[in-house]
């Protein structure tokens, strides 16, 4: 079983429409989040959720949307798509304890294409 | 600003050959993790280092952080075409009830045959 799964893998849709990305976690992780990685392959922080707090990275537009549904699942919407908004969007999460974060993992990333 | 600087930024060894790549931060770093990425694949987790002056191996790679906890070095011992992608070395930002990972902007590292 995958530990993070996200879908869908690829995604090619034209500038303004909405479209949505899932992540799933089994790890019985307390805190997920979404990761942008840019042309240039640099990572960075979009979200962090666990159920008492979302926390949102201020570079962020707010076209973008994190939901869930439950603490399994954070998916990300993202409504009305620009062109700068291609990348490749990876989810993860974690399980905190009083002495640090632990088992950080990663999905395998959904490459989003905007035309 | 950038907090953890990777370098080399690329590297290129001849397979059997050791390498280090390192990662820098002016900041006490609070749980460090390295990953690997190989082109248009996930991130594949390789360690995690916590304390001062930690150390970890796993196969021909081994991983230290400094006793400062603000450098973490990645050596490759023997290095093989497999051991080719792109290292990012990921710290734990602290505050916040949440760990967010800040990364390095990677090492991209060829291995030849």
């Known amino acids: 079983d995958t530990a993070v799964s996200q879908t869908p893998k690829y995604l090619v849709t034209q500038m303004g429409n909405d479209k949505s990305i899932k992540c799933e976690q089994n790890l019985g992780h307390d805190t997920m989040y979404w990761y942008k990685q840019d042309s240039k392959k640099f990572l960075k922080i979009m979200f962090s959720?666990?159920?008492?707090?979302?926390?949102i990275n201020e570079t962020v537009p707010n076209r973008f949307s994190p939901k869930s549904p439950d603490k399994a699942h954070l998916n990300l919407h993202i409504n009305s798509l620009e062109l700068g908004d291609s990348a490749v969007y990876f989810c993860?999460?974690?399980?905190?304890?009083?002495?640090?974060?632990?088992?950080?993992?990663f999905g395998s990333g959904t490459r989003l294409t905007v035309v | 600003s950038q907090e953890l600087e990777q370098s080399p930024q690329s590297l290129i060894v001849q397979e059997g050959k050791n390498l280090t790549i390192n990662c820098t931060s002016s900041k006490t770093l609070y749980g460090l993790y390295w990953y690997k990425q190989k082109y248009g694949e996930g991130l594949i987790f390789l360690m995690m280092l916590q304390k001062g002056g930690e150390e970890k191996s796993h196969e021909k790679i081994t991983a230290k952080l400094d006793e400062k906890k603000q450098q973490s070095s990645l050596h490759i011992t023997a290095s093989q075409p497999s051991h080719a992608g792109i290292y990012l070395c990921g710290a734990v930002r602290r505050g916040g009830s949440q760990g967010n990972l800040i990364f390095g902007k990677g090492t991209k590292l060829s291995v030849k045959p």
């Open positions: 993860a999460s974690s399980f905190t304890s009083g002495t640090g974060v632990y088992g950080y993992t």
């Open positions: 959720y666990n159920n008492k707090e979302l926390i």
